[in-house]
């Protein structure tokens, strides 16, 4: 799971690079605003054993749950100004691109939890 960690990471990275290189038909860039640079983006929990015990996963709920508050904090951060008409389109994009990235993680971060789950069942059907 921390290879699936640091590729999440590594994703965004690039992502992140490509998007600022991105170009809209103003003629702005893909660029998160200033104050929407500040908002802090929150790291993904750490990884859960792969052959998980109770106490594995009741610390893994806690942290996924941390993390979706602060991703929800994060989006509410980066989304401020979204409808401020100092905003360029490319603005507005990387605002939305940001947003989605965030979904998508939460999302991952989500399915590696009910993986956990799943694994930690099927372990306690063979004892």
Same mark, same amino acid.
């Given at each position: 799971?921390?290879?699936?960690? #640091?590729? +999440?990471?590594?994703? @965004?990275?690039?992502?992140?690079?490509?998007?600022? !290189?991105?170009?809209?038909? *103003?003629?702005?860039? #893909?660029? /998160?605003? &200033?104050?929407? !640079? $500040?908002?802090? /983006?929150?790291?993904?929990?750490?990884?859960?054993?792969? #052959?998980? #015990?109770?106490?594995?996963? @009741?610390?893994?709920?806690?942290?996924?749950? /941390?993390? !979706?508050?602060?991703?929800?904090?994060?989006?509410?951060? +980066?989304?401020?100004? %979204?409808?401020?008409?100092? &905003?360029?389109?490319? =603005? %507005? $994009?990387? +605002?939305?691109?940001?947003?989605?990235?965030?979904? *998508?993680?939460?999302? %991952?971060?989500?399915?590696?939890? =009910?993986?956990?789950?799943?694994?930690?069942?099927? =372990?306690?059907?063979?004892?």
């Amino acid at each position: 799971m921390m290879k699936r960690v #640091v590729f +999440i990471g590594l994703v @965004l990275m690039v992502s992140m690079s490509a998007m600022a !290189q991105e170009v809209m038909d *103003d003629g702005s860039r #893909v660029i /998160l605003p &200033l104050q929407a !640079q $500040q908002c802090n /983006l929150p790291s993904a929990p750490a990884p859960i054993p792969e #052959v998980p #015990v109770k106490g594995d996963l @009741l610390k893994a709920q806690k942290h996924v749950k /941390l993390f !979706q508050s602060e991703m929800e904090t994060y989006r509410t951060c +980066i989304n401020e100004d %979204r409808d401020s008409a100092e &905003l360029s389109a490319g =603005n %507005r $994009q990387a +605002i939305s691109n940001a947003h989605n990235y965030t979904v *998508d993680m939460e999302e %991952r971060v989500a399915s590696m939890f =009910n993986e956990a789950v799943r694994a930690y069942k099927a =372990n306690k059907a063979k004892e």
